[in-house]
């Protein structure tokens, strides 16, 4: 069964402190990774695509990058409105209608 | 500006007694999906439809139904037959050629 596990379910970092957020998959074959920005009680919003190992997408202060077995999202010197939480998921290789695997997700609070 | 209207945003239900949730979509997606999501639980997939007049269960189907009667509406009952209906509900859409899903801002059921 293809799995998403993402780590730590919750970080807490001061404002300027840099850290990763990881995600790591089972997926043969793997047709894309994508990731995700949720704030409380709205929709995700979507970040990046990746789909090779070596691959690497960078919007402001995130940066997601991609091995064969898993993919970090960087936060550089993040800042307090950076709080939120962050999903990864997968679409695996034989699944139709992009049909995609989520991660648990990653709750994000920078402190000022 | 296109996107996607969930409505409503808080529904309260007494046990027994099946709702409608609202997804309409402005962006001439062809493909819509229902993700439903809980605490501590990634986002699991309801219902998908790639075409009107066409849908398709997913990993939790049972207790729920849907149609596709117009490409830009995919409304969601879920009935009494839904043991844990209380969560949030969250609709997506795709267009074809792409596996990036933009997402509504949700609606949670509270059964009370």
């Known amino acids: 069964e293809d799995q998403v596990t993402q780590s730590p379910e919750a970080l807490r970092l001061q404002e300027g402190e840099s850290s990763s957020l990881n995600c790591s998959y089972t997926?043969?074959?793997?047709?894309?990774l994508f990731w995700y920005r949720q704030d409380p009680g709205k929709g995700p919003e979507f970040l990046f695509t990746?789909?090779?190992a070596g691959e690497e997408k960078e919007k402001e202060r995130l940066k997601a990058t991609l091995t064969k077995k898993e993919s970090f999202l960087h936060i550089t010197a993040p800042k307090p409105e950076d709080s939120a939480t962050y999903l990864c998921?997968?679409?695996?290789?034989?699944?139709?209608?992009?049909?995609?695997?989520f991660g648990e997700g990653t709750q994000l609070t920078v402190n000022p | 500006d296109g996107g996607i209207t969930q409505s409503p945003k808080y529904l309260f239900r007494k046990e027994g007694q099946n709702v409608t949730l609202s997804c309409e979509q402005n962006?001439?997606?062809?493909?819509m999906y229902w993700y439903r999501q809980d605490p501590g639980q990634g986002l699991r997939l309801i219902y998908y439809?790639?075409?009107?007049?066409?849908?398709q269960k997913g990993d939790i189907a049972e207790g729920y139904s849907v149609s596709r009667e117009k490409k830009e509406s995919f409304p969601l009952t879920v009935t009494s037959a839904q043991k844990n209906p209380t969560a949030f509900y969250l609709c997506?859409?795709?267009?074809?050629?792409?596996?990036?899903?933009?997402f509504g801002a949700g609606s949670r059921l509270t059964v009370l």
């Open positions: 997506a859409s795709r267009t074809t050629g792409a596996n990036v899903l933009t």
């Open positions: 997926v043969s074959g793997l047709r894309g």
């Open positions: 990746l789909y090779s």
């Open positions: 998921a997968v679409h695996p290789p034989q699944t139709s209608g992009s049909r995609l695997t």
């Open positions: 962006l001439n997606h062809d493909a």
């Open positions: 439809s790639q075409i009107v007049n066409d849908f």
